[in-house]
Antibody
């Protein structure tokens, strides 16, 4: 069965950096678009970024462009999110998710999320 | 960018009630719309895709309709397990979520 497991979250000071990981199993990882979505405490869902199966297409939300970098390693069945210049407003649970179809959306499988807290 | 506006933001209802949630897109998205259910501390769960297609395993009391800029999610008879938050999402151009609707017990 499909499994997505995020890791790498934690407490970080403003201006710091973090690298989130998402380990995937149960499907042919390289066949699918993958996404990162975040949810600030008590708030709604916000799409951050997505990446195609071969990393040919990468997209970012305007709110994170220039500070966040999505990448994947198909040999390791892993998705990554490098987050730089962290701000208090980046505090959120970060989810990785897989598209329903190899050709794209919507998001069918989600990880359990990893919490990033930005505070001095 | 495509903006998604959901209403209401909170809805109080009783078991057995018929519940309708509305989602409006800032421009036409055809039927590229999904609905998700989220319970506290859990990841969202896909309920409906392409505006009106029920995801496998989702109870038939859930239904979706609409096209263009106006969409609705209907729960025909609210069950105890349905008290949760619901989000619409467009996937015509990148991904955008609505602000969410919390369905709470009346």
């Amino acid at each position: 069965q499909v499994q997505l497991v995020e890791s790498g979250g934690g407490l970080v000071k403003p201006g710091g950096s973090l690298r989130l990981s998402c380990a995937a199993s149960g499907f042919i990882f390289s066949d699918y678009y993958m996404s990162w979505i975040r949810q600030a405490p008590g708030k709604g869902l916000e799409w951050i970024s997505d990446i195609s199966g071969r990393s040919s297409y990468i997209n970012y939300a305007d709110s994170v462009k220039g500070r966040f970098t999505i990448s994947r390693d198909n040999a390791k069945n892993s998705l990554y999110l490098q987050i730089n210049s962290l701000r208090a407003e980046d505090t959120a649970v970060y989810y990785c998710a897989r598209a329903k179809y190899s050709s794209g959306w919507p998001l069918l499988y989600w990880g359990q999320g990893t919490l990033v807290t930005v505070s001095s | 960018d495509i903006q998604m506006t959901q209403s209401p933001s909170t809805l109080s209802a009783s078991v057995g009630d018929r519940v309708t949630i509305t989602c409006r897109a800032s421009q036409s998205i055809g039927t590229w719309l999904a609905w998700y259910q989220q319970k506290p501390g859990k990841a969202p769960k896909l309920l409906i895709f392409k505006a009106s297609n029920l995801e496998g395993g989702v109870p038939s009391r859930f239904s979706g309709s609409g096209s263009g800029t106006e969409f609705t999610l209907t729960i025909s008879s609210l069950q105890p397990d349905d008290f949760a938050s619901y989000y619409c999402q467009q996937y015509k151009t990148y991904l955008t979520f609505g602000g969410g609707t919390k369905v709470e017990i009346k």
